[in-house]
């Protein structure tokens, strides 16, 4: 009897741990993607995203999956259901294209590179999401000139463009929780994510070189987070990495503090 007894007491936790596996099992194999990536659009709708990320999808060449075209508009629809632990991206829409209505996850504002619109955003713990309909600038002897109502509508676009950035930019200071090792606005660099922020601001602190291993102990930060912020940095030029010994020292260029 007591054998039985014991029996069913082991069969029972047996039951409770495979219950427990059951409903917890898949955060625990949840995988944490990254992205830091270039989207280049070309004038026939043709896509290539290059740059550092683990999700093999953001990694594409000359590819049409994300683009279609209704008469003389284009759409340019990057969606991603997963889950993403922080992503910086930077869209180059094809020459004299104008931007008719845009909508992103994240924070997201607009530029302007070797007469190129440019789209850059970055968020952190959500989905990537980004919806763009542009168009190319009019190309033949008799549409040339725009119209007194397409400057009007060109105007109006931006103006809303303009207000919609404003917007979201003021929601988000105005509600987003911020950690307590958030940095004040004048000391933070454009572009970066609050990972980053962070590695800068205790490389400009130190004056002198870290190792990442003190890094990771100061901002208690996970290696791997470490090393692929730190590699981004390089690549964006803002830190040098040296080789000393078994470890590696890095230090901010001089341009950056």
């Known amino acids: 009897m007591n054998i039985f007894e014991s029996k069913t007491k082991q069969a029972g936790i047996f039951i409770i741990i495979c219950f427990v596996i059951i409903i917890f099992f898949p955060s625990i194999l949840a995988l944490e993607y990254y992205a830091d990536v270039t989207i280049d659009v070309t004038d026939a709708g043709f896509v290539t995203i290059e740059g550092n990320t683990n999700y093999p999808k953001l990694l594409i060449q000359d590819s049409q999956n994300y683009t279609t075209k209704t008469q003389s508009e284009w759409v340019l629809n990057l969606s991603f259901n997963k889950q993403f632990s922080e992503y910086i991206f930077k869209v180059l829409l094809p020459k004299s294209s104008s931007i008719y209505n845009i909508n992103s996850s994240g924070t997201i504002w607009i530029g302007e590179e070797t007469n190129r619109l440019v789209i850059n955003g ?5 989905t990537i999401y980004l919806y763009i309909k542009y168009q190319l600038a009019k190309t033949s002897a008799t549409e040339e000139s725009l119209t007194y109502f397409d400057l009007i509508n060109i105007i109006l676009s931006i103006s809303i463009i303009i207000f919609v ?3 979201i930019l003021t929601f988000y200071k105005s509600y987003y929780k911020k950690k307590t090792t958030e ?3 004048e000391d933070k660099i ?5 990972r980053q922020q962070l590695i ?6 130190s004056k002198n070189p870290l190792t990442q291993t003190i890094i990771e102990k100061e901002l208690q930060m996970p290696k791997a987070a470490v090393s692929r ?3 981004s940095l390089e690549r964006k030029g803002l830190i040098d990495i040296e080789k000393v010994g078994m470890s590696n020292k890095i230090h901010i260029k ?4």
Do not use: A, S, V
Request: hydrophobic content about 35%; charged content about 25%; aromatic content about 6%.
């Open 229 to 231: 912020n730190i590699h």
């Open 122 to 126: 970055f968020g952190e713990n959500e």
């Open 183 to 185: 940095l004040p606005e």
């Open 254 to 257: 001089k341009n950056n503090y």
């Open 165 to 167: 950035i404003l917007i």
């Open 190 to 194: 454009t572009g970066l994510t609050e």
């Open 200 to 205: 800068m601001q205790l490389l400009r602190e």
